[in-house]
C-alpha cells in the first residue's frame, strides 16, 4: 500500500491550506470504503499526534487544538483523503502524514505558518 500526501507549504498565519493523501497499491479495493483513514503531524522536538480521524461511516474526531479549524474529508471512488486547514496558527507547522488502517504510512508534507 502506497500512501502519496501533497499540499503543504509556506503561509501566512490565518490563511488555509488543503492536504489531500492519495492510497494506492495493495489491492485495497473495497476495503479502501470501510477503512479509517487519518491525519496525524509531527513539530519538530515534538512526538507525532493525532490531527483527524475519519472512518468508513463518515464519522470524524478531531485534535482539540484543530477542532473548528481543520475538516478531514474522503472520497472513496478516488481513493483520496483530505484535510481544509483555515485560519492556520504558527503551532500548526510541522510535517502532515496520512495513515490507512493504523497500519501504512505516507511519507509526509511539511506545513509551515509564519506569524
Known amino acids: 500500500v502506497q500512501l502519496q500526501a501533497s499540499g503543504g507549504g509556506l503561509v501566512q498565519a490565518g490563511e488555509s491550506l488543503r492536504l489531500s493523501c492519495v492510497i494506492s497499491?495493495?489491492?485495497?479495493?473495497?476495503?479502501?470504503?470501510?477503512?479509517?483513514l487519518a491525519w496525524y503531524r509531527q513539530a519538530p522536538g515534538k512526538a507525532r499526534e493525532l490531527v483527524a480521524v475519519?472512518?468508513?461511516?463518515?464519522?470524524?474526531d478531531y485534535g482539540d487544538s484543530v477542532k473548528g479549524r481543520f475538516t478531514i474529508s474522503r472520497d472513496n471512488p478516488k481513493k483520496t483523503l483530505y484535510l481544509q486547514m483555515n485560519n492556520l496558527k504558527p503551532e500548526d507547522t510541522g510535517v502532515y502524514h496520512c495513515?490507512?488502517?493504523?497500519?501504512?504510512w505516507g511519507q509526509g508534507t511539511q506545513v509551515t505558518v509564519s506569524s
Open positions: 495513515n490507512f488502517q493504523r497500519q501504512w
Open positions: 497499491g495493495g489491492n485495497i479495493g473495497s476495503l479502501f470504503s470501510i477503512s479509517e
Open positions: 475519519i472512518t468508513g461511516d463518515y464519522s470524524t
